[in-house]
């Protein structure tokens, strides 16, 4: 499935989305599991507890966000996929990591659920035809497609990670594993 012929999505949606250099979802999907595979415990220097002001989330906490999110609209795709029409709600992120207990685990236990969390998206993704790629379905009162659930994914996963670099100055090396 192109980028560049998803069916019109909410506009919140976009940033995310643009930020997935792959205009192809599968490719798009591996390139991005490549990436997440490449993390390493000693990337984060010691700063895997670290906010960069209060009340903002740990390193920790960022991640396991991706994570619930990258569920949840797994989630989403799935119901949509199966032309499930039933409107689905919205999360609140913050409830979600209030309650995630992120800062008790450990770093590698997140990372290797990272990865995995996306191994399942592909095989998810892997199962699905166009037209189930394509069928609209409404979660927190909008319509989207498990395509465009897909770039999102992606997207936000690299928005996050821009944030862990920018704001809390972790750099990331790129590994063949």
């Not at 000693?42 to 569920?71: C, M, N, P």
């Not at 009162?141 to 465009?148: L, R, V």
């Not at 994914?153 to 972790?170: C, F, K, P, Q, S």
Request: with cysteine; glycine share 4%.
């Amino acid at each position: 499935m192109l980028k560049s012929i998803l069916p019109p999505h909410h506009p919140y949606l976009t940033h995310y989305i643009n930020l997935v250099a792959q205009d192809e979802l599968m490719n798009a999907l591996n390139y991005s599991l490549e990436f997440l595979s490449s993390l390493a415990v000693s990337d984060f220097h010691d700063k895997e507890r670290y906010a960069y002001a209060d009340g903002k989330w740990t390193v920790k906490e960022v991640l396991q966000h991706i994570i619930d999110t990258e569920r949840i609209m797994a989630y989403r795709a799935l119901r949509f996929s199966r032309k499930d029409a039933t409107e689905l709600p919205g999360f609140d992120e913050n409830v979600y990591s209030d309650h995630s207990f992120a800062n008790q685990r450990s770093i590698q236990d997140i990372l290797d659920e990272l990865v995995l969390m996306r191994k399942s998206t592909i095989a998810l993704y892997l199962s699905f035809n166009e037209e189930q790629l394509l069928f609209l379905g409404t979660a927190n009162g909008n319509k989207n497609c498990a395509a465009t659930i897909g770039f999102f994914t992606i997207g936000h996963a690299l928005h996050h990670l821009n944030v862990i670099h920018e704001r809390y100055g972790i750099n990331f090396r790129y590994s063949q594993q």
